[in-house]
């Protein structure tokens, strides 16, 4: 009686524990990089929700003040973030083209840039209008709608293709090998804006 008692209360072995052990260091590395592309993807997502927002707020002040805002970033290297702001454009509503305490602002996840010369681009068939070159700077004009400058004219709605504006920010996450994908933001000749994920090959709201 008391062998069978002492017996079922001796625990595991040293090698059940290693073998344990071994199993979750192996399912741990496994996990990691799925955990670390869904994490990347978050910080993504948060990033182009706070440009969207950012660019919704521009527009707003645009219409409100009767005068052209433009948006623009700046980069810390030491934090590795990206700052996105808007204010009014210096060529016609004297702003200062730097940014300012009371700049509206949001910044961005850590790693997050955007991506003014991306590997991939999204068609123009799913996006619905052929957008400006990635580098160029988001301007809305007093009545709220995109606009680019031309040399010596007003901030204007048709570019010098004769397309109407819009534009689309790709965003990428550097400090990962590319796996979490990418993230958009639109502006809609109409001034509508959305962001979009891409998946694999596919682009989707």
Request: proline share 5%; hydrophobic share 40%; glycine share 8%.
């Amino acid at each position: 009686m008391c062998k069978k008692t002492c017996r079922n209360q001796q625990g595991f072995t040293l090698t059940e524990l290693l073998v344990a052990v071994a199993i979750l260091v192996v399912i741990t590395a496994l996990a990691a990089p799925t955990v670390w592309t869904a994490v990347s993807r978050f910080r993504l997502r948060g990033t182009a929700d706070s440009i969207a927002g950012l660019l919704a707020r521009g527009r707003a002040l645009a219409v409100q003040r009767n005068c052209t805002y433009v948006a623009r970033n700046t980069y810390n290297s030491t934090q590795d973030q990206e700052t996105y702001y808007i204010e009014p454009d210096l060529a016609y509503c004297g702003g200062d083209s730097s940014l300012s305490a009371q700049d509206p602002q949001a910044v961005g996840a850590k790693g997050v840039r955007v991506v003014t010369t991306p590997t991939t681009t999204i068609s123009t068939t799913v996006l619905g209008f052929q957008p400006q070159p990635a580098n160029t700077l988001p301007r809305f004009n007093s009545r709220g709608l995109p606009c680019v400058k031309l040399a010596g004219s007003a901030c204007v709605t048709i570019d010098a293709s004769n397309r109407p504006v819009g534009f689309f920010y790709y965003l990428q996450d550097t400090r990962t090998s590319g796996s979490a994908g990418m993230v958009g933001v639109s502006v809609s000749p109409a001034g509508r804006i959305k962001v979009w994920s891409k998946s694999g090959s596919q682009w989707m709201k």
